[in-house]
């Protein structure tokens, strides 16, 4: 252990562990109590440094800079705002490191490990290196008004990175230009939409993408979307002037999802077909297959196209049960043409934009927009906007001989009562006489739960 003091403070050369309990540091005979200026630890090869508790990394205490060189170990370290650590390549954490808001961590990504991020804007974690990490991220949940936690990756080029995708929950993978892979381990990396934790429609109902095939207008012509990368160009429209301008992709990512049986189309995760002509004329020229929140371009408005869907001309396509997805970004959201349909570009609404790229360096980071002062243009979700534009599409589909692909849903007025008991079981009504149900309840039973069918108005009155 090299123990190299700050300006003022003794400094002092040692080998073996260093201990730092209650802010005192004590490496070999020699011990340090809150030192004015604070002591930089230098953790050679071999040497191990452990932080009992209470005590801590930060300006003015025993350590405020500690740096772990290859061979060395940290373990129950906690980074105090204003205190910096770092890891090379060949150091390890011995079970968890806390990084406070306000602290700087740098850190080779293969030093295991957990790192547990605190507040609700901590930017101070740094990743180094290109290989996979086997540091595991926990704590990277917070979004407030105010900002959100960040991720530098320090060795990974923004310009190098070609698409995003979830291997599961708690990873996320960085494609890069060269056909490798760049994966972390963050704790619900996925569900970074806080609205998951109350919306039975997950991650299906926020997501904004198109499916392969999609072919965007480009200064050198319509391409598919998949094919499309950080830094290439897209025609976007300026309708308020009724121009048109190029702009730059700045995020294109992609993911795959399996659709839920069993649930409603729209909540299932079904993508929407729209067929070929079905809005007019050559619009679209050619199927074009959406996610149910994707937006089109109307009337100087967007319109989700899952409150478009008539079952004939635009429909929930139940034959594509799993799928890859695309979305291209745009700063700002902008209005282009996917297929010869006024679209949207991908408007981060849902905290879903998780690399933030600027100059050469990719940080990982929230970032939550919104529809009233983001938007290229406003979002049309209200009955009375929406349904002029829905039957005028409807009857366009019937008049043009659009086939019925979903057939709207057969509905009752009765509402089938029925009796769920404490232990799970379900009793069926005895007899009705006229607007009275009659059970018949064993008289074990302690209580019972009534049961009925449901409605759902975009159901039985439509998707507007």
């Known amino acids: 252990i090299h123990v190299v003091a700050k300006a003022g403070c003794a400094a002092a050369t040692a080998y ?48 405020s800079d500690l740096y772990i060189e290859a061979g060395g170990t940290v373990s129950h370290a906690v980074v105090q705002s204003g205190a910096s650590l770092t890891i090379a390549p060949g150091g390890r954490i011995i079970d968890k490191l806390v990084v406070k808001e306000g602290g700087i961590a740098t850190i080779h990504g293969g030093v295991g490990g957990v790192v547990e991020l605190q507040g609700e804007t901590n930017i101070g974690l740094s990743i180094t290196g290109t290989d996979n990490p086997t540091v595991e991220i926990k704590g990277f949940t917070h979004l407030t008004m105010e900002g959100a936690d960040c991720i530098t990756l320090s060795d990974i080029a923004s310009k190098d990175i070609t698409g995003l995708s979830y291997p599961d929950a708690d990873h996320v993978t960085l494609h890069l230009a060269n056909e490798k892979t760049f994966t972390l381990a963050i704790e619900g990396v996925q569900k970074h939409d806080f609205r998951h934790a109350v919306d039975k429609m997950a991650a299906h109902k926020n997501e904004v993408c198109f499916l392969a095939g999609a072919l965007l207008r480009t200064p050198e012509g319509d391409r598919a979307v998949e094919t499309l990368k950080y830094g290439d160009a897209l025609c976007t429209y300026d309708w308020r002037n009724n121009t048109w301008e190029t702009r730059q992709i700045v995020w294109a990512g992609q993911r795959t999802t399996t659709v839920r049986p069993g649930l409603p189309d729209d909540e299932a995760g079904y993508p929407v077909r729209i067929l070929k002509d079905a809005i007019a004329d050559g619009v679209p020229y050619q199927d074009l297959l959406v996610t149910a929140e994707h937006s089109l371009f109307f009337e100087n408005v967007f319109v989700p196209a899952r409150m478009l869907v008539n079952g004939r001309s635009i429909f929930f396509d139940r034959s594509i049960t799993s799928y890859t997805y695309y979305h291209v970004e745009i700063e700002p959201h902008a209005v282009i043409l996917a297929n010869g349909v006024l679209t949207e570009t991908y408007l981060d609404t849902t905290s879903r934009r998780l690399f933030y790229q600027t100059g050469d360096v990719v940080a990982l980071r929230f970032s939550k927009l919104s529809w009233k002062f983001d938007a290229a243009a406003p979002l049309a979700l209200k009955r009375p906007e929406v349904e002029p534009l829905y039957v005028h599409l409807a009857q366009r589909a019937q008049e043009q001989g659009y086939p019925v692909h979903t057939p709207p849903l057969e509905v009752t007025a009765d509402p089938e009562l029925f009796l769920v008991t404490d232990r799970g079981q379900t009793i069926s009504r005895a007899r009705k006489i006229g607007s009275t149900v009659m059970f018949m309840v064993p008289t074990e039973v302690r209580a019972v739960r009534i049961m009925s069918r449901t409605n759902r108005l975009t159901d039985s009155i439509g998707p507007f």
């Open 16 to 63: 073996g562990p260093v201990f730092l309990a209650d802010n005192v540091l004590s490496v070999g005979p020699h011990s340090y109590q809150n030192a004015t200026e604070g002591v930089a630890v230098r953790v050679g090869e071999g040497g191990s440094i452990v932080f009992s508790a209470g005590a801590e990394m930060a300006p003015h205490s025993a350590v």
